[in-house]
């Protein structure tokens, strides 16, 4: 029994000798023509891919620049600030201290003509007094962070002493510090008094 395909045939006036069967060759062109479009558009995706994913990996780098550079002026400003305030207090205890130096000066000359101590080293009241003020003065002054300096036998630096005369000296160097008439106070920054002295010829 012929089966449908060769009926066809004879109704069109083919015999089987006339159809002959598709090579490999012409189903595989046939399976390769349909599948151009579908690999077409998957080069399409995978080079949309390629494109976002460079795009996506150039913004990183630029966000995580610009988040580097943010850290590193945060840090910078940060510690300015804490600069100028460290700088702003010290100047400002530095002031405040100046203005006690004066009373710390007096409270020593007036420790230095006190009366002596008595026979059994006690001290009268009144210099005892003195000297506990001139104690307690003392220390504020150093807990602000001013400490006294005596520059006896120094050379003499204008940016640390100030000269209220000089004399000659022998064996002594000249612009050596033979007198500290009286003494300076500064900070860990600067000079909050220079000290009086009297300067070799």
Do not use: C, W
């Not at 598709?22 to 558009?41: C, L, Q, R, Y």
Request: glycine residues 6%; aromatic residues 4%.
């Amino acid at each position: 029994m012929k089966d449908d395909a060769f009926k066809e045939n004879e109704e069109h006036g083919l015999d089987e000798n006339d159809v002959k069967p598709k090579s490999e060759d012409e189903v595989t062109g046939i399976d390769d023509a349909a599948n151009e479009p579908e690999a077409e558009a998957a080069e399409e995706v995978e080079e949309d891919l390629d494109k976002l994913l460079d795009n996506t990996r150039r913004e990183r780098d630029e966000y995580l620049e610009l988040a580097q550079r943010t850290k590193a002026d945060f840090e910078n400003y940060r510690k300015r600030v804490t600069q100028d305030i460290a700088g702003s207090l010290n100047r400002g205890r530095g002031e405040i201290v100046k203005d006690l130096l004066p009373v710390l000066d007096n409270l020593e000359r007036a420790l230095e003509v006190s009366q002596p101590p008595n026979e059994d080293g006690s001290e009268d009241h009144l210099s005892k007094g003195v000297r506990l003020v001139r104690e307690e003065l003392s220390n504020v002054v150093k807990r602000a962070g001013v400490e006294s300096f005596e520059p006896d036998g120094e050379q003499f630096d204008p940016n640390l002493h100030e000269a209220v005369m000089t004399k000659p000296q022998d064996g002594v160097k000249t612009g050596t510090v033979v007198e500290v008439v009286q003494k300076g106070y500064r900070n860990s920054e600067r000079i909050v008094r220079p000290a009086k002295v009297v300067v070799a010829e």
